[in-house]
C-alpha cells in the first residue's frame, strides 16, 4: 500500500494526542513525547512503542502512531512486535540454567551435547565450546540465507554448518552468527528435553508473567492489538507479511510488547529474580553481562559516538561504556521490525523501544535521548546527528549503484537461448536454486521467499527482480562448460550453485524406520584414514563425507545401497556387515579401477 510521508506523521500526532496527554510526562523526560514523534517523522517510522524501567518501577510505557500506514488503529503498550535479535539473551539465560543445574558447562564442547553437530574444520570441531556458540567468535560466515526465507528446519540448519566455511580464525575477532544461537537453541532442547519455544515459555515467560509474549508469528493469528512490519520499497512506506522464522527462534523469533519487556529489563536490573526468587544463580547471572568477545570500534563509530570508548559481547548481550556508565544492550532487526533493550544497571535504569519498520535507527536514537534525559546530560540532538551521517552515506551507496551501472555492458546477448539456462542449481549449504522459462522469460527460485523475474544485464548475468519488493534485486552469473551448456550460477553475495541432473532414487526394496536407524552413525577408515556419516532425513539415508555434498543411498537389498547423486556415474555401493543388529562394518565399493574401502562403527 501507498502513502505518503506526511500521512504517516499526521497519523502518529494524532494517535498520541489521544492516548497521551500534556501532563503525563515531567521532570527529565518532558518533552520526550515531542521528541519521539519528530524522530518518527525524520526516520519515516509508523508506529513505536517505549517502555522505561527506573528499579522496579515502570515510569514510562507508551505507544505512539499506528499499527500500520493507511489506517487509524494506534499503537499502545499492549500492542505486539518482533523484537529479532533481543531473543537472545533469553537463550543465553535457557543456557546458564543448565550450567546452574549441572547438565552442562559453559566450556563444555557442543559435540558433548549435540553429537551430531560438524563443522567445516574438525579442530573447531573438537573445541567450539558452548561459551563460543554465545559469543560470536566463531570464526564462522553468517550463512543466513540457510535459515532466513528457507523450509529447513532447526535440526537440518545445524547438520549443513559442516558446509560453512570460515570468515576468519576461530575465537580470533567477533563475526555476528545466529547460526551459532541455532546451535544453542538445540543443545537447550536436547538437555530440558522439550523444543526450545516451551522452555522459554515454561523457564522464563511464565515465571516473570510475560503471558502476552510469544515464539511464532503462528501465535499472532486472530490477535486484534499487533504491528504490521513496514519497509522503505522503491521509496515509499509500504507495509509487508509477518515473515515465519521458527526454524531460527532461538536468534531472534520472540515477539512482544513494552509491557511485557519491562519486565524482563525488572529482571535483569533486579539480578535475575522473579518475583524475589533468582531463576538464575548469582555467578552465572553475571557471566552473562560479563565481556567475552572484544568488538573493535573504527574511527566512524568513535565520530558518531564520543561518548563510547570500549565494546565487548557477553553472553547475548552487547556491553559498553556510555558517558562513564556501564550499558548492557541488545537490538533486534527482522523482516519491517527493529527493536532494542538497553539497560544501565549501576543507574537501575532500562529501556525498551520497539517498533514497525525495516533496519532503522530510531530505537538506538531513543536509548541515548532518554538516558541522557535521565543521567542529566542533555544537549545532543542524536537524531539529527545521525540523520547527517545516514545521508552522506545514502549519497555515497548511490554513487555506488551509478558506478556499478556504468559497468554493464550495453548491446550485449545471453550465449545461450534462455530456456538452455533453465535447470535445477544446487548447494551443500544454500540447497536448491530453480532456474525455469516461463512465457518466454527466466524466473529464479530459492525456497518460498526468493522468487525473482530475471532481466538480461549483459553476456550471461542476469538481474532477478525479486517478487517480494523489499528483498530488492540481486544478480545472477552463469558460467558455461567445456559443452557449452551452463554448469553453474553464481548467486550474489550467496555462493555458486552448480548445475544437476536428477537421478533415479527408486528402491528395490522397502526398509521401515527402526531398520534404516540402525544403518546410521559414523563410520572410519584405517586407510586412507577418513570417518564418514550415515544419517536418517525424513525416511532417506545420507552419506557425508568430509567437504563433499551429501550423497543419498538407495536401498538394493536390505544391508546393500546405490550411492547416488545428481550428476555422478554409476557403480557405487555401500555393504553393510550386521551382527546382532548392529553394523560390524561397512564396505564402500567402487567403480574399477578404484579400490574398495572397508570401515569400522565408531563406538
Do not use: C
Amino acid at each position: 500500500m501507498k502513502i505518503s510521508r506526511f500521512s504517516v506523521v499526521a497519523a502518529a500526532l494524532g494517535a498520541l494526542a489521544a492516548a497521551s496527554p500534556a501532563s503525563a510526562q515531567r521532570g527529565a523526560l518532558a518533552g520526550f513525547d515531542e521528541y519521539v514523534l519528530q524522530a518518527m517523522r525524520t526516520w519515516e517510522v509508523p508506529g513505536a512503542a517505549v517502555a522505561i524501567v527506573r528499579g522496579d518501577s515502570v515510569i514510562l510505557s507508551r505507544g505512539y502512531g499506528v499499527r500500520q500506514v493507511g489506517r487509524t488503529e494506534a499503537v499502545d503498550d499492549r500492542t505486539i512486535f518482533a523484537i529479532g535479535s533481543s531473543s537472545k539473551a533469553f537463550t543465553a539465560a535457557l543456557v546458564g540454567m543448565l550450567v546452574d543445574e549441572g547438565k552442562a558447562r559453559w566450556d563444555d564442547p557442543v559435540i558433548d551435547h549435540l553429537p551430531g553437530f560438524r563443522t567445516f574444520d574438525p579442530y573447531v570441531n573438537r573445541q567450539i565450546t558452548l561459551r563460543d556458540l554465545l559469543t560470536h567468535r566463531s570464526g564462522l560466515s553468517r550463512g543466513d540465507l540457510t535459515w532466513y526465507g528457507t523450509e529447513n528446519d532447526r535440526a537440518e540448519l545445524v547438520r549443513r554448518l559442516r558446509w560453512l566455511e570460515p570468515s576468519w580464525g576461530f575465537r580470533s575477532q567477533f563475526g555476528y552468527q545466529n547460526l551459532m544461537y541455532v546451535t544453542a537453541g538445540e543443545v537447550v532442547a536436547a538437555e530440558m528435553g522439550k523444543p526450545w519455544d516451551d522452555a522459554v515459555r515454561e523457564r522464563i515467560l511464565a515465571p516473570l508473567g510475560m503471558n502476552a509474549t510469544s515464539t511464532s508469528v503462528r501465535a499472532l493469528r486472530g490477535q486484534a492489538n499487533v504491528a504490521t512490519p513496514h519497509a522503505l520499497i522503491d521509496d515509499t512506506v509500504r507495509a509487508m507479511e509477518w515473515r515465519v522464522i521458527d526454524n531460527a527462534a532461538a536468534a531472534g523469533a520472540i515477539n512482544s510488547n513494552v509491557v511485557d519487556m519491562a519486565r524482563w529489563v525488572r529482571f535483569q536490573l533486579d539480578s535475575a529474580r522473579a518475583a524475589g526468587k533468582p531463576l538464575l544463580s548469582a555467578s552465572t547471572f553475571a557471566e552473562t553481562h560479563m565481556p567475552q568477545t572484544v568488538i573493535r570500534r573504527e574511527a566512524a563509530a568513535r565520530e558518531a559516538n564520543p561518548f563510547t570508548h570500549f565494546s565487548s559481547y557477553g553472553l547475548g548481550w552487547f556491553l559498553e561504556d556510555y558517558r562513564g556508565r556501564e550499558l548492557v544492550h541488545h537490538g533486534g532487526n527482522i523482516d519491517g521490525m527493529s527493536a532494542l533493550v538497553a539497560m544501565m544497571p549501576g543507574e537501575d535504569l532500562g529501556i525498551v523501544i520497539l517498533t514497525n519498520m525495516n533496519a532503522t535507527p530510531l530505537p538506538n536514537i531513543l536509548m541515548r535521548t532518554a538516558f541522557d534525559r535521565l543521567l542529566g546530560a542533555r544537549g545532543k540532538d542524536w537524531s539529527a546527528d545521525l540523520r547527517r551521517t545516514f545521508e552522506k552515506q545514502q549519497a555515497a551507496a548511490k554513487a555506488t549503484e551509478r558506478r556499478a551501472d556504468s559497468l554493464r555492458v550495453r548491446g550485449t546477448t545471453p550465449s545461450l537461448p534462455l530456456a538452455a539456462y533453465a535447470g535445477t542449481y544446487e548447494d551443500s549449504l544454500y540447497g536448491e536454486l530453480k532456474v525455469t522459462h516461463q512465457d518466454g522469460r527466466l524466473v529464479a527460485t530459492r525456497g518460498p521467499a526468493f522468487v525473482g523475474d530475471l532481466e538480461h544485464w549483459h553476456y550471461n548475468t542476469f538481474r532477478a527482480r525479486w517478487r517480494n519488493r523489499a528483498l530488492g534485486n540481486g544478480m545472477l552469473n552463469f558460467s558455461l562448460g567445456f559443452d557449452g551448456k551452463p554448469v553453474q550460477v553464481e548467486l550474489e553475495n550467496v555462493g555458486e550453485f552448480r548445475r544437476v541432473e536428477k537421478v533415479d532414487t527408486t528402491a528395490a526394496v522397502r526398509l521401515d524406520a527402526a531398520a534404516l536407524q540402525r544403518l546410521t552413525g559414523s563410520f572410519r577408515a584405517a586407510e586412507p584414514p577418513i570417518t564418514i556419516q550415515v544419517e536418517l532425513l525424513g525416511d532417506v539415508l545420507k552419506l557425508n563425507f568430509p567437504g563433499q555434498p551429501p550423497y543419498t543411498l538407495v536401498a538394493v537389498t536390505p544391508t546393500r545401497f546405490r550411492v547416488t547423486r545428481e550428476g555422478m556415474p554409476p557403480g557405487f555401493f555401500v555393504d553393510y556387515t550386521m551382527k546382532d543388529g548392529r553394523v560390524e562394518s561397512v564396505r564402500l565399493e567402487q567403480p574399477a579401477p578404484r579400490p574398495s574401502m572397508t570401515l569400522t562403527p565408531v563406538r
